[in-house]
């Protein structure tokens, strides 16, 4: 765990409450590069509201996000979506009207060049008028991408190929997970927040899905994941942080941590021996 | 009649009145969330049940009140039942057009059946004033407080005391987890709506009595102040709709002491926009819960738009290109004329609500900014005529998108509201700003059409010009659809979070949809106001936003062609069908009703 | 499938749900013995709480068979259901945050109209209850979590309903009202009140359970006594997803 280097993303104490509850209670990490660390817990541990911290979607209370050695609390999505943090939701969120090929060009709207001139003040009057009157530019960057879209596509084997042009909210619910990761992936990521991307998914899927986690870790890509399916997480991580009730109770490699009492009790269940100093924060 | 004492009374007198409006409104939004844009239409209908049972029947007074509270709670329970009701499981861009459309229904109704013309509508009470420190006071005054008062006592009692009062709370707190109390989510809606459609009913009648004069155009007005009066207050809040309704008399009322009375209405759209952009939740909101995930697409129906051939296409925009070589009528001439104008505001518009998902009701606006710049442009300035209606599209374009940027952080409900409102502000701005608008005199003698110096003035010439212009439009509407910037626009109307998350500026974009329509609907009224010659601040009102809406659904969300047929549509059948024009726009409200019920997708489908 | 004890107060029969496109339930089949404690267990997304929606009537089914006391309750409005005679301790139990404690558990009477009766069993909770009485015009949502879930329980009790359908009611509480919670849900079992709850929690459910099945992406995977489930390892591999058990 000691790197060299400055880790990629680093959070300090971040917390985040609602009214009397503490759904993010000050959680440290550090995900170095290259490195995938799960992140898994019970309902309502605080792993969707850590992710919208991280990625701009929530501001929090407290603590610190750091990314690539700048601070980066509290920015805008927009602005760390430029900055090449991807994520992916728990519920799907899809573009339900858009197409697939749309959904996941919106995916790479952080990367056009051509028609987005980064020129002060009439910037935005000149994407209007270069996506009115296209240059040869603008046509083959969009040219380009939609290639580039393909090839992600068919990452997903036949699955979302010969549906590239139906409109997502026609998609199976397996479906639109894939478009989501798809459109994760058009961003061309250098961190990237997977929140539960087998949830609902069958045995067979789930395997899918496994399988090209594998491939983006291999291609070197730092991924933070939120998974229940304890199984695909031992073998994919590099680490295991175990989240309840807004806490960090345990970090290790995955062999480790499913070892640990703490977890199995906070996973399969609180026995009836937990401690009880909690009681008054209740 | 000027001391500081009385403008505060007249403000809480007035504020007294717009509480019974505001109170319905926050119930309505606390147990459905849904701003019911009919709020004002019933308290026009109850001012006119006033006049019969005053003028006609000679009822006593309490038994006048009995009647409008009776009558009115009837029209609700009607609303109810038949207009939102059946919407319960649609979109929630349904019931939003629902009530507009049975607000514009019911309004033609009452104007069809008392005609237009103001009406006196007597207090019942005697006229003396009775000295109050250094201000006077009226027995009407005290009415107007005593009912406010009392009703406010009585809901607060069914509130607190009654097991329908307990629903009431219960559904607006948690609809689902009321259900699972087994309390019958309908009968609650049919209570609200009852509850506030008496209270505006007896609203409107008071308010008639106080001004002893009664219009059609009261509705409009009385659902505007009704929702700036429940925002201020917080969307839901009742206590807080009446502080808020208060509030704004009063600041109404110090406003027209201070500036006078043409100034009234800018005041109270002024702190509307104000606490939108300050506290969209309201002055009295309490601290924000974590931010719900909405699910995807929730606002506007899922469709599969209609292909149309490419070679179907170029062949209705030659055959009307050609049309005026054929022996038709300048009727039909001039008929299309006015579709073509209709339909550059509908192209607008359905760039705004349909592809970026901001249901603008101010939109008559936009035509307005483009109709008086190219005026005075060509009348003060002599710019020629082609290069003033293009300095309206671009006036139109930076005023409107500058305007209404305040209203880019909110949603749905919110969106309409606010342009409704900044629609209405630079209608105020026109007649008030005389030095440079000429005020409600209006704009005379504006030059005709004309193109590198030759007059368009036959009906051919007029029938070209604006066909390619809105042609032209369209294509570049079309194109804009296809570029990044279509689907950039349509991804943040499904979903703006997700958006966001992937580097999408929602000021930017909704700015750059706002450019953009912003300039057709500016060429939309540009080349109306060299057509009329003539101009005031009223030649672009508020009917006209409607009828662009109706348009646009119709046609279908966003869809570029369905905006043009359904121009030709709205416009033309009407015509063909010699329906006289005072009933057009009740039948344009009952088309709107019954799109939203059986085709909310629209003729040609949303993109 | 399970011990086939008297006839049961509550069946679902091939149920098959869809949000969408998506199938949530595939063939699912549940009951629920009267005077029994029947739990539903399974990790996210497995189709738990929607199961619960199914039987309130605020998730309709596309085909299948829900029977309550030997009639169907298909096609019936969720006011109507309660009224039958079932209760529900919701998810995150959703109280009427902005009412006060004693509202919120008199809400719980809603469909009855008997109101000296209705007083004397608010009584009753409170003897229940005890920690709710100096609560009682506080604002609902100014209690902490587990003084939530008592309302919430109260409140459904409040109907006399013959079932209660509990929504994970140990989430988000500390051990303490973990225990006391589970306590509860065994008394009100003894006085008579059918069970049926869904949990995330597996282990505790299974201490007091009768029955148990386990949802694994829309399909029952495992059920049995509680007692025998409780010691099999395929509990938790099913459950967490990993191995395919399917």
Not at chain 1, 198 to 218: C, D, F, R, Y
């Amino acid at each position: 765990m000691a790197e060299q280097h400055a880790p990629m993303l680093s959070l300090r104490g971040l917390t985040r409450r609602f009214g009397g509850l503490t759904a993010v209670d000050a959680i440290d990490l550090d995900l170095g590069k290259g490195e995938l660390v799960s992140i898994i817990g019970p309902n309502g541990a605080g792993k969707t509201t850590l992710f919208n911290l991280v990625t701009g979607l929530d501001r929090p209370d407290d603590g610190a996000v750091r990314f690539e050695g700048q601070d980066i609390t509290g920015l805008s999505p927009e602005r760390l979506a430029a900055e090449g943090i991807a994520r992916t939701f728990q519920l799907g969120r899809v573009f339900g009207n858009l197409s697939v090929m749309d959904n996941v060009l919106i995916g790479a709207h952080t990367r056009l060049r051509a028609v987005k001139p980064t020129v002060p003040v009439i910037g935005p009057l000149l994407e209007l008028g270069l996506a009115l009157l296209r240059p040869a530019s603008v046509r083959a960057e969009e040219e380009r991408l939609r290639e580039e879209v393909k090839a992600i596509l068919a990452r997903f084997g036949e699955r979302l190929l010969p549906r590239i042009d139906q409109p997502a909210y026609s998609l199976s619910y397996a479906n639109r997970r894939r478009v989501e990761i798809a459109r994760a992936l058009a961003l061309r990521p250098r961190l990237l927040l997977l929140d539960e991307p087998t949830a609902g998914m069958n045995p067979t899927e789930t395997a899918e899905m496994q399988g090209l986690v594998a491939e983006l870790k291999a291609e070197g890509l730092t991924i933070l994941l939120i998974e229940h399916k304890l199984e695909m997480v031992m073998r994919l991580s590099d680490r295991v942080i175990v989240m309840d009730e807004g806490k960090k109770i345990a970090e290790g490699p995955g062999e480790e941590v499913r070892g640990d009492p703490k977890v199995i009790e906070a996973y399969l269940g609180h026995g009836l021996s937990g401690t009880t100093e909690q009681e008054s924060a209740a | 009649m000027s001391s500081w004492l009385d403008y505060t009374i007249n403000g809480l007198i007035v504020g007294n009145v717009y509480a019974l409006v505001a109170v319905g409104l926050a119930l309505i939004f606390g147990v459905s969330r849904l701003i019911n844009f009919a709020q004002g239409s019933i308290y026009l209908v109850g001012a006119y049940i006033g006049w019969v049972a005053v003028v006609r029947l000679h009822t006593p007074l309490p038994l006048t009140i009995i009647v409008v509270a009776a009558a009115a709670a009837m029209v609700g329970l009607i609303i109810e039942r038949f207009g939102l009701r059946p919407l319960q499981n649609s979109v929630r861009i349904a019931p939003l057009l629902a009530t507009i459309g049975i607000s514009f229904v019911l309004d033609q109704l009452v104007m069809l059946t008392f005609s237009p013309n103001p009406r006196a509508l007597p207090s019942q009470l005697p006229d003396v004033r009775f000295q109050l420190g250094g201000g006077t006071i009226g027995p009407l005054d005290l009415l107007i407080a005593g009912v406010g008062l009392t009703s406010a006592l009585l809901l607060f009692v069914f509130l607190r005391y009654t097991k329908l009062g307990w629903a009431v709370r219960a559904t607006a707190q948690d609809r689902d987890a009321a259900m699972q109390m087994g309390v019958d989510v309908n009968r609650v809606n049919q209570a609200v709506f009852g509850i506030a459609a008496a209270l505006g009913g007896v609203s409107g009648m008071l308010v008639g009595m106080y001004y002893n004069q009664i219009d059609t155009a009261m509705s409009l007005q009385a659902t505007l102040k009704g929702v700036v009066a429940e925002v201020v207050g917080g969307a839901g809040n009742v206590p807080g709709a009446v502080i808020g309704s208060l509030l704004l008399g009063l600041v109404e009322s110090y406003g027209v002491a201070v500036f006078g009375t043409s100034y009234r209405n800018l005041f109270a759209f002024l702190l509307l926009v104000v606490v939108l952009v300050l506290r969209p939740s309201g002055l009295f909101a309490s601290a924000r819960q974590a931010p719900p995930e909405p699910l995807t697409g929730t606002f506007i129906a899922p469709s599969r738009p209609v292909r149309i051939p490419r070679w179907a296409l170029l062949v209705a925009a030659a055959a009307f290109a050609v049309l005026p070589f054929f022996p038709v009528s300048s009727y039909v001439l001039q008929t299309l004329i006015n579709a073509w104008l209709l339909g550059m505001l509908a192209l607008s518009l359905t760039l705004v609500a349909g592809t970026m998902g901001q249901v603008s009701l101010g939109h008559a606006a936009l035509l307005a900014i483009g109709a008086y710049t190219s005026a005075l442009l060509s009348l003060t300035l002599a710019v020629p005529v082609g290069l003033a209606v293009i300095g309206g599209g671009l006036m139109s374009a930076a005023l409107g998108t500058l305007l209404i940027s305040p209203s880019f952080r909110l949603r749905g409900h919110y969106v309409s509201i606010a342009t409704l409102a900044i629609g209405e502000i630079v209608s105020l701005v026109i007649l008030n700003w005389e030095s440079v608008t000429r005020g409600p005199i209006g704009i005379s003698g504006i030059p005709p059409l004309s193109l590198f110096g030759y007059d368009l003035i036959s009906p051919f010439s007029v029938y070209w010009f604006s066909f390619a212009v809105m042609l032209v439009l369209a294509l570049l509407q079309g194109r804009l659809l296809g570029s990044h910037l279509g689907r950039s626009f349509r991804a943040i109307r499904d979903d703006d979070i997700a958006a966001r998350a992937y580097g999408l500026s929602l000021n930017r974009y909704k700015s750059l949809a706002f450019i953009f329509g912003g300039f057709a609907a500016g060429v939309s009224g540009g080349i109306a106001a060299h057509l009329y010659s003539y101009i005031n601040h009223e030649t672009f009102n508020t009917q006209q936003s409607i009828l662009a809406l109706t348009v646009v659904i119709l046609g279908g969300l966003g869809n570029v062609v369905g905006a043009i047929v359904g121009s030709v549509a709205l416009v033309g059948l009407p015509e063909l069908f010699r329906i006289a024009a005072e009933y057009r726009i009740l039948i344009y409200g009952i088309v709107l009703l019954l799109l939203v019920r059986f085709r909310p997708q629209g003729l040609l489908g949303t993109i | 499938m399970t011990n086939p004890s008297p006839e049961p107060l509550l069946s679902l029969f091939n149920v098959n749900t869809f949000y969408g496109q998506a199938q949530v339930h595939f063939d699912l089949s549940i009951t629920v013995a009267r005077g029994h404690i029947v739990c539903l267990l399974g990790g996210n997304a497995s189709g738990k709480s929607t199961t619960m929606k199914i039987i309130l009537g605020l998730v309709k089914p596309r085909s299948g068979e829900v029977t309550f006391d030997g009639a169907s309750l298909i096609g019936l409005t969720t006011p109507q259901i309660v009224r039958r005679g079932i209760a529900s301790v919701p998810e995150a139990r959703r109280l009427f945050a902005d009412m006060s404690v004693r509202e919120n558990i008199l809400m719980g009477a809603f469909v009855r109209n008997d109101r000296e009766a209705v007083a004397l069993d608010l009584d009753r909770m409170l003897t229940l209850f005890p920690k709710l009485g100096q609560r009682l015009s506080q604002r609902a949502g100014s209690l902490s979590g587990g003084e939530q879930q008592m309302v919430a329980m109260a409140r459904a009790l409040m109907s006399r309903p013959r079932m209660i359908v509990m929504d994970e009611p140990t989430m988000g509480l500390s051990p303490l009202y973990v225990d006391r919670v589970l306590e509860l849900i065994r008394s009100i079992n003894q006085a008579g009140v059918s069970v049926f709850m869904v949990e995330q929690n597996a282990s505790l459910a299974l201490e007091i359970a009768h029955e148990a099945y386990v949802l694994q992406t829309g399909r029952i995977v495992l059920s049995g006594p509680a007692r025998a489930l409780k010691d099999d390892p395929r509990v938790r591999d099913a459950y967490l997803g990993g191995s395919e058990a399917a």
